[in-house]
């Protein structure tokens, strides 16, 4: 017979978990040097408006004309566009983990994570998260967004399970940490091997022979 796991529900980040991180520094570093552009305006720019657009109250396209085509350039939106969205890829070992971890046990899996509403939506379809996620918390989404804490409150609203139940995988230490004090329990994620063993730790192995014992 299978023993229940004391885990029944995940809460994850998804950029630096699942995938690469959609708009980070490195992706708009890579960007000012294939498009030319000024780096400091550039980040000068996008500094301005990035909580906004993180919010889900900018497009894409408005922030694009605020960060990047208040001038006329000799590239089109569409190309960057594109480019933005190039940069996202997966890290398939985890993304397998889940998957196999929510066949196993019947998890409930909830994205906690601060994206870009059109990125969010091209990474949920391009990558088929919606494959395993039950829910996605997204700041572009729910208008909040990682540090404040009410977004992981929303979390455990939509979640409906108890506390003692869920843990929250994320690869920044200051969101682990406030999720902690708000009682989540949280992993830092590292890499694969290392979530992978403390998961199994906590009652959540691969093995299906343990899993049946």
Same mark, same amino acid.
């Given at each position: 017979?299978?023993?229940?796991?004391?885990?029944?529900?995940?809460?994850?980040?998804?950029?630096?978990?699942?995938?690469?991180?959609?708009?980070?520094?490195?992706? *708009?570093?890579?960007?000012?040097?294939?498009?030319?552009?000024?780096?400091?305006? !550039?980040?000068?720019?996008?500094?301005?408006?990035?909580?906004?657009?993180?919010?889900?109250?900018?497009?894409?396209?408005?922030?694009? $004309?605020?960060?990047?085509?208040?001038?006329?350039?000799?590239?089109?939106?569409?190309?960057?566009?594109?480019?933005?969205?190039?940069?996202?890829?997966? !890290?398939?070992?985890?993304?397998?983990?889940?998957?196999?971890?929510?066949?196993?046990?019947?998890?409930?899996?909830?994205?906690?994570?601060?994206?870009? *509403?059109?990125?969010?939506?091209?990474?949920?379809?391009?990558?088929?998260?919606?494959?395993?996620?039950? $829910?996605?918390?997204? $700041?572009?989404?729910?208008?909040? *967004?990682?540090?404040?804490?009410?977004?992981?409150?929303?979390?455990?609203?939509?979640?409906?399970?108890?506390?003692?139940?869920?843990?929250?995988?994320?690869?920044?230490?200051?969101?682990?940490?406030?999720?902690?004090?708000?009682?989540?329990?949280?992993?830092?994620?590292?890499?694969?091997?290392?979530?992978?063993?403390?998961?199994? $730790?906590?009652?959540?192995?691969?093995?299906?022979?343990?899993?049946?014992?």
């Amino acid at each position: 017979m299978k023993k229940s796991p004391s885990i029944t529900c995940l809460f994850l980040d998804i950029g630096g978990v699942l995938l690469t991180n959609g708009w980070d520094h490195h992706s *708009r570093r890579r960007a000012a040097a294939r498009f030319k552009l000024k780096w400091d305006e !550039f980040e000068n720019r996008h500094a301005i408006n990035f909580d906004t657009y993180e919010l889900g109250k900018l497009t894409l396209e408005e922030y694009l $004309s605020r960060v990047v085509f208040y001038q006329k350039r000799n590239f089109t939106k569409t190309q960057f566009r594109n480019f933005m969205f190039s940069q996202s890829q997966p !890290f398939a070992e985890m993304i397998d983990l889940m998957i196999r971890l929510k066949t196993l046990y019947g998890l409930k899996i909830i994205v906690v994570s601060n994206e870009l *509403r059109e990125l969010n939506v091209y990474r949920i379809k391009k990558f088929k998260l919606n494959r395993f996620v039950d $829910s996605f918390i997204s $700041s572009c989404f729910v208008h909040l *967004r990682k540090p404040d804490k009410d977004i992981f409150r929303l979390a455990l609203n939509t979640a409906q399970t108890p506390l003692r139940q869920i843990v929250y995988l994320e690869n920044t230490q200051a969101f682990v940490q406030i999720a902690e004090g708000l009682g989540i329990r949280s992993i830092l994620h590292h890499d694969y091997e290392t979530t992978r063993s403390q998961l199994a $730790s906590l009652g959540l192995p691969l093995d299906e022979r343990i899993v049946n014992e």
